[in-house]
């Protein structure tokens, strides 16, 4: 049998759907960080840190090389790297790290704006699997091999109260919460109805098919997703577009839209090889209300990304 652990064979279990805010006595509660989500492999004198698509991201966050020093066990814990500014997460300040390649740069970065790794699950100890464990004794197990420090840290959660912690997080502007049902176990690379997202804004991931210049430092993105293999046309997202985003796409001539709406006239066509995160405000209608761009994915390949 394969060891999970030095396969690097470990994918997170994912969020399945997003609602509203509610109680629930078999459910626990904690913050949604607005991070980037990372397994990290834990040994007494090394820390592994990997993302959803089990890339390395050590290079990028040097900051955090020593932290297995606060890890008392050889493990697999999930959690999200962040980046705090004035106690609040910042995904633009993340982003950008995460586009760095020179070293210089990103250990410039990593003293001005630092980051932490806060984990939330631990899916493996000591050399045992704990996916089928329930998520309440995951936790206890967690807790027992973290010790705190400011590179580090362990996600806090309460019980039953969903609402009132999704109030305070509102109050702060921060993200949302979590919900996810105690007895759950660890479905590797699926996505659970036992865990659900409780978003102050929501987000989602598009493919960037091309982008309409508005003014000389205005630009739009054009959002699209795959239907079947077909890109479909989803909008566009204006606020949160730099010129520094735009430079990263390569244009085509090609119009790859089979069915393209009005309103895309003196498009620039770019290679679908760019994922984005656009945030919007919550609607019922099936269109992008105040969308802002977040910045690119290096986690998600374009063909995961996908619509009705």
Not at 125 to 142: N, S
């Amino acid at each position: 049998m394969t060891d999970l652990f030095e396969s690097r064979g470990a994918s997170p279990m994912l969020i399945a759907r997003q609602e509203e805010a509610f109680d629930d006595p078999n459910s626990i509660y904690e913050l949604k960080l607005d991070g980037i989500r990372c397994l990290a492999y834990f040994n007494e004198d090394t820390v592994d840190l990997r993302n959803k698509r089990n890339l390395q991201l050590n290079a990028k966050f040097p900051e955090l090389r020593g932290i297995y020093k606060n890890v008392s066990a050889k493990c697999i814990l999930d959690g999200e790297i962040v980046v705090l500014k004035n106690g609040v997460p910042d995904f633009y300040a993340l982003q950008k790290r995460t586009l760095l390649t020179e070293r210089f740069k990103i250990e410039m970065e990593s003293v001005r704006f630092p980051a932490s790794f806060v984990a939330f699950d631990c899916i493996y100890a000591d050399g045992k699997e704990l996916i089928w464990e329930p998520l309440t004794v995951r936790k206890q197990i967690l807790t027992g091999l973290v010790k705190e420090s400011g590179r580090i840290a362990v996600s806090r959660y309460i019980e039953e109260k969903g609402t009132a912690l999704y109030r305070a997080a509102e109050q702060q502007e921060l993200e949302g919460i979590v919900a996810k049902k105690k007895d759950s176990i660890y479905v590797m690379g699926k996505r659970s109805r036992d865990w659900i997202k409780c978003k102050r804004m929501a987000d989602e991931d598009f493919i960037v098919a091309g982008y309409i210049r508005k003014g000389k430092h205005i630009f739009t993105l054009i959002l699209a997703k795959y239907r079947e293999g077909v890109l479909v046309y989803k909008g566009h997202v204006t606020a949160g577009v730099t010129e520094d985003a735009v430079a990263e796409l390569s244009e085509v001539s090609r119009n790859p839209f089979y069915l393209l709406p009005a309103g895309n006239q003196g498009a620039v066509w770019v290679k679908q090889d760019h994922v984005c995160i656009v945030e919007y405000m919550p609607n019922t209608k099936q269109a992008l209300r105040q969308p802002v761009f977040k910045g690119f994915r290096n986690d998600v390949y374009p063909e995961e990304v996908v619509t009705q």
